[in-house]
């Protein structure tokens, strides 16, 4: 069952209204927007809690941006940040994102028999001498989480959420419990 809660949110000048309706959003949370109302599945969001975004004053210097449909994603620390009036904000590449290095070692899983590596809440597969992003694969367990993951009501207990995706402590991680 679902809730719906009026959209009444300050906006930034980090959000413009064509992400509002269906571009990318390039935010930790992604809501579905329908009719001037979020709909939030039940028991997935504690709405007391502000949205956290991290932000750069500045990249290294040296740091080499990678194009991707028209956007520029600089590389620091295993993360990503996209240039928004004069200040680098987190983001996280979409699905089908390539690069050829990672500026953090990635810790290789194995999901249903299919190899993956993850760094800074992101999960790609070796596509060559690349690394490609993809969709993160239910069930898989991380050893641990990036340091701005939030904390959220989860079916009634304490979970994880970072870029929609929902994870639940388990023994040896975090594993990726559901999609928001």
């Known amino acids: 069952m679902k809730k719906t809660f009026v959209f ?19 935010l930790d949370v992604r809501l579905e927007i329908k009719q001037g109302a979020v709909e939030i599945p039940e028991g997935t969001y504690d709405h007391h809690r502000p949205v956290r975004v991290r932000t750069l ?45 990672l500026s953090v070692l990635p810790t290789r899983i194995v999901v249903k028999g299919k190899p993956y590596y993850y760094a800074c809440g992101i999960f790609y597969q070796k596509k060559g001498s690349d690394y490609l992003v993809v969709k993160t694969p239910l069930g898989a ?3 641990k989480l990036p340091r701005d993951v939030a904390k959220i009501t989860w079916k009634g207990s304490v979970a994880h959420q970072l870029n929609g995706v929902v994870y639940r402590k388990v023994k040896g991680g975090y594993q990726v419990v559901a999609f928001i």
């Not at 009444?8 to 390039?26: D, H, N």
């Not at 295993?78 to 680098?88: A, D, E, I, K, P």
């Open 8 to 26: 009444v949110a300050f906006l930034t000048s980090l959000v413009s209204i064509t992400a509002l309706r269906g571009a990318e959003m390039p």
């Open 57 to 101: 004053k500045r990249v290294p210097k040296g740091t080499r941006a990678v194009v991707y449909r028209s956007v520029r994603y600089y590389p620091v620390d295993g993360m990503f940040y996209v240039s928004r009036n004069g200040l680098y904000q987190r983001t996280f590449p979409p699905v089908g994102f390539r690069v050829r290095t």
């Open 141 to 143: 367990v991380v050893r």
